[in-house]
């Protein structure tokens, strides 16, 4: 094998190539800001920066998540609301129907706005998000009820499914957020049931039936603390989701801090390096252009 350079020039050579690479390196780190941008660059960090990553990955996307869940549990509370509202508004029509004043004709007409009112809960129940039904549990692209005032039942068997839906909490944990309209307005116990309630309500006041409108009003009541507990269930959620969107953000920063400590460059110190290494450089080349050229011909004479 024919060598052309002897070994003090390879050796010249091999530093000069070490400090352009250290050049190259700093002056990569100080445009992107990067320190590792290559398994070479740090072997060691790269499981730590590859796992970093994914946990921040799925951070974001469970912070995405509960973004969309507090949608829904905002649009559920708000529903539930205002059912409670509308409930309170039926007691009171039935405490009218109750009166000494009240006649055959005018128990006729609160039966009707009980009827109306009964259909604006069968709307509530089916109230959506994103295109979800949210009282529809696992079921929720079928509407959980309909409603025909013509019928002595008016209000139709419910139509959704079962909720087993949990979601994500950055913790690693899972947590319910949601119930459904059976659960909320049709209790399979009577005296909790939102529905048999106002329609026993609005035929005792269509049959002006005294002692059945007394007996009515106060199943209104009971349902009525049925579903102020439906309200609070929803406050929880809506404490637990912030609670884990809080959570997650905190978490998110956490990553976001420990991914830069292990990958980022430090640009004072890369800058520091781009001059020493350039520095060393003009040294190594001023010191190889100083070193006497001679040949063979020098020797001879």
């Known amino acids: 094998m024919i060598r052309t350079l002897d070994p003090a020039s390879d050796a010249f050579l091999a530093s000069v190539n070490r400090i352009g690479e250290r050049m190259q390196r700093a002056q990569r780190e100080i445009s992107t800001g990067i320190r590792v941008a290559t398994v070479s660059d740090d072997p060691d960090s790269i499981s730590i920066i590859l796992q970093t990553r994914a946990d921040l990955d799925s951070a974001e996307q469970i912070q995405k998540n509960l973004g969309r869940v507090k949608a ?20 009171v029509l039935g ?96 005296g909790e049931n939102v529905f048999i309630s106002l329609n026993s309500l609005r035929l005792a006041l269509a049959g002006n039936d005294e002692v059945a409108i007394g007996s009515a009003v106060d199943g209104v009541s009971a349902a009525l603390t049925h579903l102020n507990g439906q309200l609070a269930y929803y406050g929880t959620v809506q404490n637990k989701v912030q609670e884990a969107t809080d959570f997650g953000s905190k978490l998110q920063v956490q990553l976001k801090t420990h991914l830069s400590s292990v990958q980022d460059a430090d640009l004072t110190q890369s800058i520091l390096e781009l001059n020493q290494a350039q520095i060393e450089q003009q040294a190594a080349l001023k010191a190889k252009s100083a070193v006497p050229r001679t040949s063979l011909f020098d020797f001879l004479g």
């Open 72 to 91: 829904e549990s905002d649009a559920a509370e708000q529903a539930i609301q205002t059912s409670v509202q509308l409930v309170e508004r039926v007691r």
């Open 95 to 190: 405490s009218q129907g109750l009166t000494g004043t009240a006649t055959a004709d005018s128990r006729k007409s609160l039966s009707a706005e009980v009827g109306s009112i009964l259909e604006q809960l069968v709307g509530i129940t089916r109230t959506s998000v994103e295109g979800r039904y949210i009282f529809s549990g696992d079921a929720d692209q079928t509407p959980p009820y309909t409603v025909d005032l013509t019928q002595s039942n008016p209000v139709s068997a419910y139509a959704g499914g079962d909720v087993t839906r949990m979601v994500q909490h950055p913790n690693g944990t899972r947590f319910s957020v949601g119930r459904t309209a059976q659960q909320i307005f049709d209790s399979p116990n009577a």
